[in-house]
């Protein structure tokens, strides 16, 4: 019985997330097929709210950042689909950061989370290295980020937390649940359902 109750809750807790996914997705007055960075930029703006725990330093600040390193094809989707919306209650900023060194040196903002995209995997393990040395400064001042990958392969393998996965996959991303926890992050169990848990490559 335990066994049955386990698998409809699972399957309850699906389907709220997938309602909540389509009313963001494809509450629009006319149906249409949406692009592939539309559906992204959605489910980015879901994992917001299905993060339970947020390490402090994110309510300190006076605006939520997404930042984007490597390609920008998600910037005008993200725009339009928060437009007149807030993340966690505050406003948002989108930073694009050209260079790994822009980051590391802080020539623009840190972000709250970091999208990354069209890059060479061997350049993968250097901004997650950047995003940990962030975090690993004096306590004053290090920051959690919440890193997402586009469909990069190796990414949560290297201690990147989310990424998506190819079309047609079986699940839509992957999270490395020890490497969100190691951040300071918790991730609703609603969510860990619905994605491929991935560990990092020396485990």
């Known amino acids: 019985m335990k066994k049955i109750f386990n698998i409809k809750q699972r399957y309850i807790f699906k389907i709220i ?3 909540f996914f389509y009313l963001f997705i494809f509450s629009k007055a006319n149906a ?12 980015i703006y879901s994992f917001t709210k299905f993060i339970d725990v947020w390490p ?7 605006k939520f950042v997404i930042g984007l390193y490597g390609g920008t094809k998600i910037k005008k989707d993200l725009e339009k689909l928060l437009k007149n919306r807030k993340i966690r209650g505050k406003e948002w900023e989108i930073i694009y950061y050209p260079s790994i060194s822009d980051f590391q040196n802080k020539k623009y903002k840190e972000p709250d989370i970091i999208f990354v995209s069209e890059i060479r995997k061997d350049k993968i393990y250097d901004m997650l290295f950047a995003v940990q040395e962030i975090y690993n400064e004096s306590s004053k001042k290090k920051k959690s980020i919440l890193t997402i990958g586009d469909n990069l392969d190796g990414f949560c393998e290297s201690g990147g937390m989310i990424n998506f996965t190819p079309k047609n996959s079986k699940r839509q991303f992957q999270i490395n649940n020890e490497a969100v ?19 990092n490559f020396q485990e």
């Open 56 to 62: 402090s330093n994110v309510y300190a600040e006076k």
């Open 17 to 19: 997330i997938f309602l």
């Open 181 to 199: 926890k190691n951040a300071g992050f918790k991730i609703s169990s609603k969510l860990l359902h619905l994605s491929k848990i991935i560990k």
């Open 32 to 43: 249409q097929v949406f692009t592939e960075y539309e559906v992204k930029a959605a489910y």
